[in-house]
């Protein structure tokens, strides 16, 4: 059974970072693209990063304006999300995905999710 499971979420300051971390179990990690979603209140999800299997990264948007950068730990079975600068704007659920192959797939194309981490900036 494949979990996915994100942490590091929290209440932060405007300027301040955050990394998220999600640890997976059930997929073979190393082969798997995986990537960062995040959906704010009242809004669509939205894709931020996917990294694949090679560390190759594809940014799905560019709201993050070069201020996170996604990260793999094939050893220890984690995806990592470092947000830096934080706005109010960033306050959202943040969820972990994995594809299901080597590379980074269409946003649309996850098939695995975890539940989410949420992150919340004040002004």
């Known amino acids: 059974r494949v979990q996915l499971v994100e942490s590091g979420g929290g209440s932060v300051q405007a300027g301040e970072s955050l990394k998220l971390s999600c640890t997976t179990s059930?997929?073979?990690?190393?082969?798997?693209?995986m990537a960062w979603f995040r959906q704010p209140p009242g809004k669509e999800r939205e894709g931020l990063q996917c990294?694949?299997?090679?560390?190759?990264?594809?940014h799905y948007s560019h709201s993050d304006q070069g201020r996170f950068t996604i990260s793999r730990d094939n050893a220890k079975n984690t995806v990592y999300l470092q947000m830096n600068n934080l706005a109010p704007g960033d306050s959202a659920m943040y969820y972990c995905?994995?594809?299901?192959?080597?590379?980074?797939?269409?946003?649309?194309?996850?098939?695995?999710w975890g539940r989410g981490t949420q992150v919340t900036v004040s002004s």
């Open positions: 059930g997929l073979t990690f190393a082969h798997t693209a």
């Open positions: 995905a994995a594809g299901s192959s080597y590379f980074c797939p269409a946003p649309s194309a996850f098939n695995y």
């Open positions: 990294i694949s299997w090679n560390d190759g990264v594809d």
